[in-house]
Nanobody
Framework: QVQLVESGGGLVQAGGSLRLSCTAS????????MGWFRRSPGKEREFLAA????????DYADSVKGRFTISRDNAKNTVYLRMNSLKPEDTAVYFC?????????????????WGQGTQVTVSS
């Protein structure tokens, strides 16, 4: 099982930026696609972004397209989520997750390993 540890969450004002990191303890990290999700109180887990095994392709939810950027550094076993122009409605717990596949996936069920999450709070 892959262990994923997120970091970089915190409190930020609306319009600000944060960069989340997720480090994996896995020798197969560079062979699987990764994704970021979030869960707000009272809502289901929401797909945000995914990146293929080599970083060559990405996918984004419409709600974050143009504001969030996913990337990865396979030498560091780390995937990132750069978040710009943050809004109060972006407040949530953010999770990274790993698939067992090469290419980008957007469904929760395609992800087999999950981090514990990091809280992001955007104040108005």
């Amino acid at each position: 099982q892959v262990q994923l540890v997120e970091s970089g969450g915190g409190l930020v004002q609306a319009g600000g930026s944060l960069r989340l990191s997720c480090t994996a303890s896995s020798r197969t990290f560079s062979a699987v696609s990764m994704g970021w999700f979030r869960r707000s109180p009272g809502k289901e887990r929401e797909f945000l972004a995914a990146v293929s095994y080599n970083g060559g392709s990405t996918d984004y939810a419409d709600s974050v397209k143009g504001r969030f950027t996913i990337s990865r550094d396979n030498a560091k076993n780390t995937v990132y989520l750069r978040m710009n122009s943050l809004k109060p409605e972006d407040t949530a717990v953010y999770f990274c997750a790993a698939t067992h596949m090469y290419y980008v996936q957007s469904r929760v069920g395609d992800y087999h390993d999950w981090g514990q999450g990091t809280q992001v709070t955007v104040s108005s």
